[in-house]
């Protein structure tokens, strides 16, 4: 079993960025992504990366202010720049893709326990 740990969620005004971070327990270096859940909507992935390709995958409202990327810890991030209102949310960690298929609408195997992202104006 892989445990997902998220942190560096907070407070944060508009405009602003943030980094969040993922470790994994054990180490885990297949598929991992990251998913938000607004208040009062569905869960949703934003991007999804495998170490072993280069392009990562992200919903059109994440491209150009969202920025997933992994180290060779395992721990994987997620930037996001230029923060909005609407950015506000529950963000998840998960890792394996049931399908082995790599993207924001797989689904996942683990989950972390999500980090709190709360953009103000």
């Known amino acids: 079993q892989v445990q997902l740990v998220e942190s560096g969620g907070g407070s944060v005004q508009a405009g602003g960025s943030m980094t969040l971070s993922c470790k994994s327990s054990?180490?885990?270096?297949?598929?991992m992504a990251w998913f938000r859940q607004p208040p009062g909507k569905e869960r949703e992935g934003v991007a999804a990366?495998?170490?072993?390709?280069?392009?990562p995958v992200y919903i059109d409202s994440a491209k150009g202010r969202f920025t997933i990327a992994h180290d060779s810890a395992a721990t994987v991030y997620l930037q996001i720049v230029n923060l909005k209102p609407d950015d506000t949310a529950k963000y998840y960690c998960?890792?394996?893709?049931?399908?082995?298929?790599?993207?924001?609408?797989?689904?996942?195997?683990?989950w972390g326990q999500g980090t709190q992202v709360t953009v103000t104006v």
């Open positions: 998960a890792a394996e893709s049931r399908s082995g298929t790599c993207s924001t609408r797989a689904e996942y195997m683990h």
């Open positions: 054990p180490p885990y270096r297949g598929c």
């Open positions: 990366i495998s170490p072993n390709d280069d392009s």
